[in-house]
């Protein structure tokens, strides 16, 4: 076993131009009032390595330009589609228009383990605010929510790392029932 060097894992990647021609997962997310531009910066580098289809970043949470959110992205707000919406209902009852299935990650009476649903695509993953989750409003609008399994003493993870675990089990998903 070696480490591999910078130049060897690029070798490996699509450039910019490369990665734009190149077909996307039927994943979409939309981050309703997070408040942090570092976990925002953090979301699209995973959406970046997850080569997800597009960003949704609403209400007040914050969007590129900005060097807080550069920080953590490392330059993938430039290898992700996405756009900002004041509002993000009106962004849900568009994908549910197009066929979306509208997948919350929040904790609520009906919630299921995230590793248990049977996803169906096209999906939206839909994200909220550190401290308060996803809107009541937002909320009604989604089908299912997605809970990740706790076993410790605290009843969450950060939102980035969440997004991170769900977004990447969602394309992990979708490329195993793609290969049958």
Wanted: one cysteine or more.
């Amino acid at each position: 076993m070696k480490k591999l060097a910078y130049e060897e894992l690029k070798l490996n990647r699509p450039d910019l131009h490369q990665l734009f021609r190149l077909p996307r997962f039927p994943v979409v997310t939309v981050l309703e009032n997070i408040r942090s531009l570092y976990n925002v910066g953090s979301m699209f580098r995973t959406a970046d390595a997850a080569r997800i289809a597009y960003m949704y970043l609403c209400g007040y949470t914050p969007y590129p330009p900005r060097k807080e959110i550069e920080k953590t992205a490392l330059g993938s707000t430039r290898s992700v589609p996405w756009e900002h919406s004041a509002n993000a209902t009106s962004v849900i009852r568009m994908l549910k228009n197009q066929g979306f299935t509208i997948a919350a990650l929040e904790h609520t009476t009906t919630s299921i383990s995230c590793y248990s649903f049977e996803y169906i695509y096209p999906l939206c993953i839909v994200v909220g605010n550190e401290v308060d989750g996803i809107s009541n409003q937002l909320l009604s609008l989604c089908d299912v929510a997605l809970e990740i399994p706790m076993f410790g003493i605290k009843h969450s993870l950060n939102v980035a790392v969440a997004y991170g675990i769900v977004v990447y089990h969602a394309v992990m998903t979708y490329q195993n029932q793609s290969i049958k």
